[in-house]
């Protein structure tokens, strides 16, 4: 169904003589998966594979930070290693927001933003997820909450979501299976699911902040001006994040603070983001 639907969102874009725009966080067009319906513009898609631009290794005395590692959509801390390695994630967030909407220089079009914690994504290309979201329907804030097994489509929760929501969300492996809780207690609900998906790997974890994608020519679309968003307790299988020995990954525009008692950090992004070409 969701093939036949851009399909004729194609045809139709054709037929008027313009251009179809997929949009969405990660690189679900970079990959050669279409969009799918969501809640802004009809075709948003958060969440999917990272871009990496540029990996910088302890050693490389080109590197300010040698344990940081450049990207063209993430920004936060990411755990990897070898497959089945990783059997959960899970931290706290509060909403930002798009209070900002509209305002930057050449900022009147639409712009999004996705916070969520995940495993897979890193060196593989499925991604097991949960979180909010933050986008611009031009100069109009619009909020939602979501969780996705990429390649397929990501499924919007119903439930009502503000800036400055209490986020917990969290993925589990076990049985076979993937366990995905997303809560907020601020507005008192809870969704839990439970999915299959046989080709994921468990090869890395990610606690992080994403910029969207793509543009049909696989290009950054501006990012949501979502001043800063805190993660806390944040763990990986059952332990503080910092025992994970992880690895801060960032963004264009973006700043990731080191992780303080173990377990917190936060990311900043003041606008400037403008859209480039991925590159993985």
């Known amino acids: 169904m969701r093939r036949s639907r851009l399909v004729l969102l194609a045809i139709y874009a054709l037929v008027l003589g313009g251009a179809l725009t997929a949009v969405g966080p990660a690189a679900g067009a970079a990959t050669g998966t279409g969009p799918v ?11 999917g594979p990272v871009s990496r631009t540029t990996t910088l290794r302890a050693g490389l005395a080109s590197s300010a930070d040698p344990t940081v590692i450049s990207s063209a959509n993430w920004a936060g801390y990411i755990a990897s ?45 499925t991604v097991e997820q949960t979180g909010s979201e933050v986008d611009c329907s031009g100069s109009t804030p619009e909020y939602s909450a979501w969780y996705e097994m990429y390649p397929a489509a990501p499924v919007y929760f119903t439930n009502p979501v503000e800036p400055g ?72 299988n059952g332990a503080e994040l910092c025992d994970a020995s992880p690895e801060e990954i960032i963004m264009p525009d973006a700043s990731v603070t080191p992780v303080s008692s173990c377990e917190d950090f936060g990311v900043s992004y003041g606008g400037g983001q403008t859209g480039g070409t991925l590159s993985s």
């Open 165 to 236: 929501d209490e986020f917990s969300g969290s993925v589990t492996y076990e049985n076979s299976k993937f366990r995905i809780t997303l809560a907020d207690s601020t507005q008192g609900w809870s969704q839990t699911v439970s999915q299959s998906l046989a080709a994921a790997e468990r090869s890395s974890a990610e606690v992080v902040a994403e910029a969207p994608c793509c543009t049909a020519s696989g290009g950054v679309l501006p990012l949501t001006d979502f001043g800063s968003a805190s993660f806390t307790s944040a763990m990986v």
């Open 37 to 47: 319906i969501g809640p802004l513009s009809g075709m948003v898609q958060p969440g």
């Open 81 to 125: 290693g070898a497959a089945g390695g990783y059997t959960s994630v899970s931290s706290s967030w509060t909403e930002p927001s798009g209070g900002q909407c509209g305002q930057d220089g050449g900022g009147q079009g639409d712009q999004y933003s996705a916070f969520w914690v995940g495993l897979d994504g890193y060196s593989d290309s």
